[in-house]
């Protein structure tokens, strides 16, 4: 029965608008993502952090819908909304492994595949989904009748005229036309009506007779069918002033204006799967929710055949058109149902909806079938988030994440002014990567935007990155071999001298290495007990004069100094601890100095960066034992004997005290290079040392061997060398390789020292 919508004054309080325009490129190169693959299927169903945070955005009447309809919060809704959207990246990934999928549905946030065999099962939850070996128990509707459900007096919705008549529907989707630019509407074609009469909104509370608004427009030809598998249509947005929103209105939960509640945001469409909630608003019944039960079932709907989705919610005439939702993707357009009168259960318990689905995934009838390359949904998209550090190398990426993303959305990225965009997939997880390999290196501008589809796309994101110099990475299997490629590219063809020190400890190594480049010659390591084959090859291609072994016979035993002997002429320079060591190798290699490092014995850190800086200046480095109150005597004399007339101490007061640094200061001036920790120090000492380099290393500060041989090498080349945590790069560092003009940076060890991070020069957190 249609019943008559009256004239009167119109108040507008809900408008539709067209969408922020996307760059024609940018909708060129916009590529729908493809579904998910199995290996970031997500069993639980619930985004990392976001759950809660979108759920405390929805509005209260929705709320109260799913606590009264499902019984379910809104973080349990939106976790199962999430497996739903997943939920056919699985199935496509089966079907195109050749599972027989015999159908999928959601129990709670679990999705259940019903297969042909157990082999077939196995592979099943390999993706994280239940398998079940079985045909599906699937509920047949077909032999329902449905009722379309236009035109019960009431609500706010829109009115269209059939003859002298006017009768009332719902908006659907936002969305526009892909052969034209033009906002449109969709909408049940069951509410064509008279195709060459304008739409206008009713503007009234739910429930009220309701007033003529505002005209919306026409429907645009070719769009409605109603029967044949398809309830749609499509309606042209006319005039101008609208303010274009991706939203579905709340209603007020049947009561109340359309903007009586917040709006629900549509970031998505995806296809409906059995057993996931879905709610759906209408300008007669507002929100309403319930259980999915069925797909792609063909119903008879007043005499016409459609396609639909079927649901245990409630729908009532005058809610027909409207959207339906699971979490904030659109499912489907309110069609028809068997409700009678009210919601009220009684009597009519069994009564269930349907949906003209937006997406099927048989490939049956559905809006995207329907109105593929004609129209398209509107979403809301946000704008893109930079996770990336200010420096990135050459062949690194600008990455970031983007905020209630789907796997459908894309990002484009500008740079420099180019109207030529880099795009890039958004993942399941949100996070997105872009390549800036080819944009050469300095500071580079760029201009972000989130797409989805042709027609969707965020505000744009504008900002700068500097990509930084080429980097390439020096490694071996081990320590040893390490070591040999630092000397490889150190001393190409011969070296007068080879130092040698033991790679099981650091404190011999530690003024070892300014010691080897003032004499012209590499650091090797070699374990205690003998020497590894790699290392006394490495030694013979040198064909050196002579070999220095720092340390006594339990750093360097007997045995592995014999065979050094059997290489080179071989001297041992040792002590009755690493302080007496330290002493004699640097009074063996140093005649006069004007200054001297003084650092910690009991670490590492702070020698790594300055063995390099003492090399490169061919200053020694000198071990004390930090935490005491005093340097002995044997350390005055040599600072004395070398002609020391300055002193740089590494490290803070944790590494060196006050008490030797008051001490040392009595005599000659003296100089702390300190940090809030190691990393902090060692750019400390390279500021001091360093105005320009064309190389710059980096090495783990969490570790000695890859630094004590790399040390020798930045030395021989007056380069700096950093040391950096093992997965980052603190942004100090990243500064410095600015300011020293650095063409190149190389790291020093394997990516178990060095991660790939640090090989993309991407900065710390901290």
């Known amino acids: 029965m249609r019943h008559v919508v009256a004239a009167a004054t119109a108040v507008l309080v809900f408008s539709f608008s067209a969408m922020t325009p996307v760059d024609p490129v940018a909708a060129t190169n916009a590529e729908v993502a493809k579904a998910a693959p199995p290996e970031l299927w997500e069993p639980n169903g619930v985004r990392d952090g976001a759950d809660t945070t979108e759920a405390a955005a929805l509005p209260r009447q929705m709320l109260d819908a799913l606590e009264r309809d499902l019984g379910i919060t809104g973080e349990q809704y939106l976790a199962q909304a999430d497996v739903a959207a997943q939920a056919p990246a699985v199935v496509d990934f089966l079907d195109g492994r050749g599972v027989d999928v015999l159908g999928s549905r959601l129990d709670g946030a679990k999705l259940v595949v019903h297969v042909s065999s157990a082999d077939e099962a196995e592979l099943v939850r390999s993706t994280g989904a239940r398998a079940v070996v079985g045909e599906p128990v699937v509920r047949d509707f077909s032999g329902l009748e449905f009722k379309p459900l236009e035109d019960m007096r009431g609500g706010t919705g829109y009115r269209y005229a059939v003859g002298a008549e006017h009768y009332r529907c719902s908006v659907g989707f936002i969305g526009g036309s892909l052969t034209r630019h033009a906002l449109q509407i969709a909408t049940a074609g069951h509410c064509e009506g008279d195709p060459n009469s304008y739409r206008s909104l009713v503007q009234t509370t739910a429930g009220a007779s309701g007033t003529s608004g505002s005209f919306i427009g026409s429907p645009e030809p070719g769009t409605f069918a109603f029967g044949g598998g398809r309830d749609i249509g499509v309606v042209d947005v006319a005039g101008t002033g609208w303010t274009a929103k991706p939203e579905v209105v709340t209603w007020?939960?049947?009561?109340?204006?359309?903007?009586?509640?917040?709006?629900?945001?549509?970031?998505?469409?995806?296809?409906?799967?059995?057993?996931?909630?879905?709610?759906?608003?209408?300008?007669?019944?507002?929100?309403?929710?319930?259980?999915?039960?069925?797909?792609?079932?063909?119903?008879?709907?007043?005499?016409?055949?459609?396609?639909?989705?079927?649901?245990?919610?409630?729908?009532?005439?005058?809610?027909?058109?409207?959207?339906?939702?699971?979490?904030?993707?659109?499912?489907?357009?309110?069609?028809?149902?068997?409700?009678?009168?009210?919601?009220?259960?009684?009597?009519?318990?069994?009564?269930?909806?349907?949906?003209?689905?937006?997406?099927?995934?048989?490939?049956?009838?559905?809006?995207?079938?329907?109105?593929?390359?004609?129209?398209?949904?509107?979403?809301?998209?946000?704008?893109?988030?930079?996770?990336?550090?200010?420096?990135?190398?050459?062949?690194?990426?600008?990455?970031?994440?983007?905020?209630?993303?789907?796997?459908?959305?894309?990002?484009?990225?500008?740079?420099?002014?180019?109207?030529?965009?880099?795009?890039?997939?958004?993942?399941?997880?949100?996070?997105?990567?872009?390549?800036?390999?080819?944009?050469?290196?300095?500071?580079?501008?760029?201009?972000?935007?989130?797409?989805?589809?042709?027609?969707?796309?965020?505000?744009?994101?504008?900002?700068?990155?500097?990509?930084?110099?080429?980097?390439?990475?020096?490694?071996?299997?081990?320590?040893?071999?390490?070591?040999?490629?630092?000397?490889?590219?150190?001393?190409?063809?011969?070296?007068?001298?080879?130092?040698?020190?033991?790679?099981?400890?650091?404190?011999?190594?530690?003024?070892?290495?300014?010691?080897?480049?003032?004499?012209?010659?590499?650091?090797?390591?070699?374990?205690?007990?003998?020497?590894?084959?790699?290392?006394?090859?490495?030694?013979?291609?040198?064909?050196?004069?002579?070999?220095?072994?720092?340390?006594?016979?339990?750093?360097?035993?007997?045995?592995?100094?014999?065979?050094?002997?059997?290489?080179?002429?071989?001297?041992?320079?040792?002590?009755?601890?690493?302080?007496?060591?330290?002493?004699?190798?640097?009074?063996?290699?140093?005649?006069?100095?004007?200054?001297?490092?003084?650092?910690?014995?009991?670490?590492?850190?702070?020698?790594?960066?300055?063995?390099?800086?003492?090399?490169?200046?061919?200053?020694?480095?000198?071990?004390?034992?930090?935490?005491?109150?005093?340097?002995?005597?044997?350390?005055?004399?040599?600072?004395?004997?070398?002609?020391?007339?300055?002193?740089?101490?590494?490290?803070?007061?944790?590494?060196?005290?006050?008490?030797?640094?008051d001490q040392l200061a009595m005599l000659r001036p003296v100089a702390r290079l300190a940090g809030a920790d190691r990393f902090a120090a060692s750019q400390s000492i390279n500021t001091d040392a360093f105005d320009r380099s064309d190389t710059v290393y980096l090495s783990t500060g969490f570790n000695y061997p890859d630094a004590l041989a790399g040390a020798a090498l930045a030395g021989k080349g007056q380069a700096p060398l950093f040391v950096v945590p093992t997965s980052c790069v603190p942004r100090g560092v990243l500064d410095q390789i600015r300011r020293l003009g650095a063409s190149k940076v190389v790291l020093l060890g394997g990516p178990a020292s060095l991660t790939p991070e640090v090989q993309s020069l991407e900065a710390c957190s901290f």
């Open 252 to 661: 007020g939960g049947g009561s109340g204006a359309p903007l009586a509640s917040a709006p629900i945001p549509v970031r998505d469409q995806i296809a409906a799967i059995a057993g996931a909630p879905a709610c759906k608003s209408g300008s007669t019944t507002g929100w309403t929710c319930g259980t999915i039960l069925a797909v792609d079932q063909l119903i008879n709907v007043d005499g016409e055949s459609v396609n639909l989705v079927i649901a245990d919610l409630c729908m009532l005439p005058g809610d027909s058109g409207g959207g339906a939702m699971i979490g904030s993707s659109a499912m489907g357009v309110n069609s028809a149902g068997t409700w009678s009168g009210t919601c009220d259960p009684a009597g009519q318990k069994d009564a269930v909806v349907g949906f003209f689905p937006m997406v099927s995934a048989a490939g049956k009838a559905s809006v995207s079938e329907w109105l593929g390359g004609k129209w398209e949904i509107s979403v809301k998209a946000e704008p893109p988030m930079v996770s990336s550090p200010e420096m990135v190398g050459v062949d690194g990426e600008l990455r970031g994440t983007v905020p209630f993303s789907n796997v459908r959305q894309s990002v484009n990225a500008y740079f420099d002014g180019l109207p030529t965009a880099r795009t890039a997939s958004v993942s399941p997880d949100g996070s997105w990567s872009i390549d800036v390999s080819g944009l050469g290196t300095g500071s580079h501008s760029y201009r972000l935007q989130t797409t989805w589809g042709v027609r969707s796309a965020s505000a744009t994101v504008s900002g700068n990155l500097t990509i930084g110099p080429p980097v390439e990475r020096l490694s071996g299997a081990d320590r040893y071999e390490v070591a040999v490629a630092v000397s490889q590219r150190a001393f190409p063809s011969t070296a007068p001298v080879v130092y040698i020190a033991t790679g099981a400890n650091y404190p011999d190594a530690l003024s070892a290495a300014p010691a080897a480049v003032k004499q012209g010659g590499p650091l090797l390591l070699t374990p205690v007990d003998g020497v590894p084959a790699i290392v006394r090859a490495e030694i013979e291609r040198l064909n050196p004069t002579r070999v220095v072994v720092v340390g006594g016979p339990a750093s360097v035993s007997p045995r592995a100094f014999a065979e050094l002997e059997r290489l080179a002429p071989t001297i041992r320079i040792s002590g009755a601890d690493r302080y007496e060591v330290s002493l004699a190798v640097v009074d063996y290699a140093f005649e006069t100095v004007g200054s001297a490092y003084i650092v910690t014995g009991t670490n590492f850190p702070d020698a790594l960066s300055a063995g390099a800086a003492g090399a490169a200046k061919s200053v020694p480095v000198i071990l004390v034992n930090g935490p005491s109150a005093s340097v002995n005597r044997a350390t005055e004399k040599l600072l004395d004997k070398l002609g020391v007339a300055s002193i740089k101490i590494a490290g803070g007061v944790n590494s060196v005290s006050t008490f030797i640094e």
